[in-house]
């Protein structure tokens, strides 16, 4: 029988047992209902017809016993007497019950005839045995009536209670019935079809480890066959595609290993927890590894333990604010410079799995940079003393020698003296970028007013604004905390900032100089809504003797000598502009 089969007819029978002992009780409570209400009701009309009797009696009595009784309020009692009577026998006949008002007639007809004999005296009726005795006879008949028919309600209510007791125990027969069939039925459902579905669990548990060899229960029901051969079919499937899947893990293996291997570059991979996965045959021969480090930690490997702190920020999701410094590394008595990077490696989701680390040999070219700088510093130095010089005597030149305003040569000793102070503002420059990248020049660390800075910036190239009718907006998000920083070389990078913004905006221009803080860092900037920069050229911005986009002039040195300025303070500097609407440099200082 087919499970769907058996579980219809287990359901049917618990609903059937369930409706037909509730429709029982149901009749049953309603007929219980409906005869002790028709009980009470023909007993309360026999106690009503009983009381009435009583009264007129009384009435009666009342009468009879005056010494003159009005005999038309007499008869007509006793005629009301008489209806009474018939209305209880009446009544007794539609019940088919005996209540007494038969026997009652009898008396009362006796009572009348001893009343008859005895006359209409007072005194007769009191001193009359036989009036008295028929008398009491009607009464104590009357009374006895009255007592049945409450013995009658009583016996209706027993009745009742005994037929509710009934029909509750009818009721738990049934709700017993129920659970009875019930629990057959769940003890049938859970031996059939529990066992062969809790192999199943297991045998998935088993497939979802890897573990293919699984025992697949055999049940009496067809539907769970069926799930079972079904079940078997995936298992199967699922153990070649795992197959076909550790085949192509393994092939995309050796392919990503080759890849890694033939990089120029050093690689190493690091693991959620900070520790070494991979490096590469370059990252060994670079660090000089002879033996592998796997499981280490990054900074216990390299020997720097601030390279762990670097590592946690990145995989944490945080990115390094500067860059870092070179790696120097003993290699056979030879000391290499090696510069790294940390990236995070992500999942499609979003977590991050863990890192990975690249080494770049920088040691002849941090050799170039410095034989360069060397050559830069002397050759600004000795440039310097002959130009100066020059300057001086070109000088003098000026005061001895005169010509008219509009001549010749007034217009060439003009162009001789501008070229030769743009030949001394770039000595300067070259000398001060110098000083920077040797690490000649000290910061004088005081407390700064930001607020101040950026108002005397604004009022130093007021005029210059004006007469190119740009407008220089200043915006300081109060309150700002005091900087410890060299105020002197902060003002030497936004009077930069401010110089190629002015040069770079149209007339009729805004440019914004603007402070706020951000967490534990402070942010000035200096944005225009000039021609803006290409997004190719952006990323060398700040490289020396470059320029790059806007409009030329100088020797590219400006940009870079802020930055030099900036990292000095411990702070990075970056640009952000989009192509046609304008151009935002940013120094983030720290507090």
């Known amino acids: 029988m087919k499970l769907r089969t058996r579980l219809f007819l287990s359901i049917s029978a618990l609903m059937t047992v369930a409706l037909f002992g509730l429709s029982l009780g149901l009749v049953s409570v309603m007929q219980m209902a409906k005869s002790q209400e028709d009980s009470i009701h023909d007993n309360f009309i026999t106690l009503d017809i009983g009381l009435k009797l009583r009264q007129n009696l009384g009435d009666q009595l009342v009468m009879l016993l005056k010494d003159t009784p009005d005999q038309t309020a007499l008869k007509q009692n006793q005629a009301q007497f008489q209806e009474l009577l018939d209305q209880g026998i009446d009544h007794d006949q539609q019940t088919n019950t005996n209540s007494g008002f038969e026997k009652a007639r009898g008396d009362y007809e006796h009572f009348l005839k001893a009343l008859e004999n005895a006359g209409s005296s007072a005194d007769a009726l009191n001193d009359n045995q036989s009036v008295t005795a028929a008398f009491n006879t009607l009464r104590n008949g009357l009374l006895d009536a009255h007592r049945q028919a409450l013995e009658n309600i009583s016996h209706a209510e027993s009745a009742s209670r005994s037929r509710a007791l009934w029909v509750a125990?009818?009721?738990?027969?049934?709700?017993?019935?129920?659970?009875?069939?019930?629990?057959?039925?769940?003890?049938?459902?859970?031996?059939?079809?529990?066992?062969?579905?809790?192999?199943?669990?297991?045998?998935?548990?088993?497939?979802?480890?890897?573990?293919?060899?699984?025992?697949?229960?055999?049940?009496?029901?067809?539907?769970?066959?069926?799930?079972?051969?079904?079940?078997?079919?995936?298992?199967?499937?699922?153990?070649?595609?795992?197959?076909?899947?550790?085949?192509?893990?393994?092939?995309?293996?050796?392919?990503?290993?080759?890849?890694?291997?033939?990089?120029?570059?050093?690689?190493?991979?690091?693991?959620?927890?900070?520790?070494?996965?991979?490096?590469?045959?370059?990252?060994?021969?670079?660090?000089?590894?002879?033996?592998?480090?796997?499981?280490?930690?990054?900074?216990?490997?390299?020997?720097?333990?601030?390279?762990?702190?670097?590592?946690?920020?990145?995989?944490?999701?945080?990115?390094?604010?500067?860059?870092?410094?070179?790696?120097?590394?003993?290699?056979?008595?030879?000391?290499?410079?090696?510069?790294?990077?940390?990236?995070?490696?992500?999942?499609?989701?979003?977590?991050?799995?863990?890192?990975?680390?690249?080494?770049?040999?920088?040691?002849?070219?941090?050799?170039?940079?410095?034989?360069?700088?060397?050559?830069?510093?002397?050759?600004?130095?000795?440039?310097?003393?002959?130009?100066?010089?020059?300057?001086?005597?070109?000088?003098?030149?000026?005061?001895?020698?005169?010509?008219?305003?509009?001549?010749?040569?007034?217009?060439?000793?003009?162009?001789?003296?501008?070229?030769?102070?743009?030949?001394?503002?770039?000595?300067?420059?070259?000398?001060?970028?110098?000083?920077?990248?040797?690490?000649?020049?000290?910061?004088?660390?005081?407390?700064?007013?930001?607020?101040?800075?950026?108002?005397?910036?604004?009022?130093?190239?007021?005029?210059?604004?004006?007469?190119?009718?740009?407008?220089?907006?200043?915006?300081?998000?109060?309150?700002?905390?005091?900087?410890?920083?060299?105020?002197?070389?902060?003002?030497?990078?936004?009077?930069?900032l401010l110089d190629n913004a002015l040069r770079h905006t149209p007339e009729s221009g805004l440019i914004r100089l603007q402070a706020r803080r951000h967490g534990e860092r402070l942010i000035i900037s200096v944005e225009d809504n000039g021609e803006g920069i290409a997004y190719g050229q952006q990323a060398r911005i700040f490289e020396p003797f470059v320029q790059v986009g806007r409009k030329k002039g100088g020797a590219g040195l400006g940009l870079a000598l802020c930055k030099e300025i900036v990292q000095l303070h411990g702070g990075r500097m970056g640009v952000y502009s989009r192509p046609g609407q304008g151009t935002q440099f940013y120094m983030a200082l720290p507090l």
């Open 169 to 496: 125990a009818l009721l738990g027969l049934v709700g017993l019935a129920v659970l009875a069939i019930g629990f057959v039925t769940a003890h049938g459902i859970a031996r059939r079809f529990g066992a062969p579905i809790e192999a199943l669990a297991k045998a998935a548990d088993k497939i979802g480890q890897g573990d293919f060899e699984v025992m697949l229960p055999i049940s009496s029901s067809a539907e769970m066959n069926q799930l079972t051969r079904r079940f078997g079919i995936m298992a199967e499937a699922l153990r070649q595609h795992q197959v076909t899947n550790v085949d192509e893990l393994l092939a995309g293996q050796q392919r990503l290993q080759a890849v890694l291997d033939s990089i120029d570059d050093g690689l190493l991979m690091i693991d959620r927890q900070g520790r070494l996965e991979h490096l590469n045959p370059v990252a060994q021969r670079q660090l000089g590894w002879e033996e592998g480090r796997l499981g280490q930690g990054l900074g216990e490997a390299l020997q720097r333990p601030e390279l762990d702190e670097q590592l946690y920020l990145v995989l944490r999701g945080g990115t390094l604010e500067r860059a870092p410094e070179d790696l120097s590394i003993d290699i056979d008595g030879e000391t290499r410079l090696l510069t790294y990077s940390l990236t995070p490696v992500s999942h499609t989701k979003g977590h991050i799995l863990g890192a990975v680390m690249v080494l770049h040999d920088v040691t002849e070219q941090r050799a170039f940079e410095r034989v360069r700088s060397e050559f830069v510093l002397r050759a600004s130095h000795e440039l310097r003393t002959p130009v100066t010089g020059m300057h001086m005597a070109f000088g003098l030149l000026q005061e001895r020698v005169h010509f008219a305003p509009d001549s010749r040569e007034t217009d060439l000793l003009k162009t001789v003296n501008e070229e030769m102070q743009r030949l001394m503002q770039l000595i300067n420059d070259l000398l001060n970028f110098s000083r920077y990248q040797n690490g000649l020049q000290k910061l004088t660390l005081a407390p700064c007013d930001v607020g101040d800075l950026l108002t005397e910036a604004r009022q130093r190239f007021a005029a210059s604004a004006q007469e190119l009718d740009v407008m220089v907006l200043l915006e300081v998000q109060e309150p700002l905390p005091r900087l410890q920083a060299d105020k002197a070389q902060l003002e030497r990078v936004l009077d930069n």
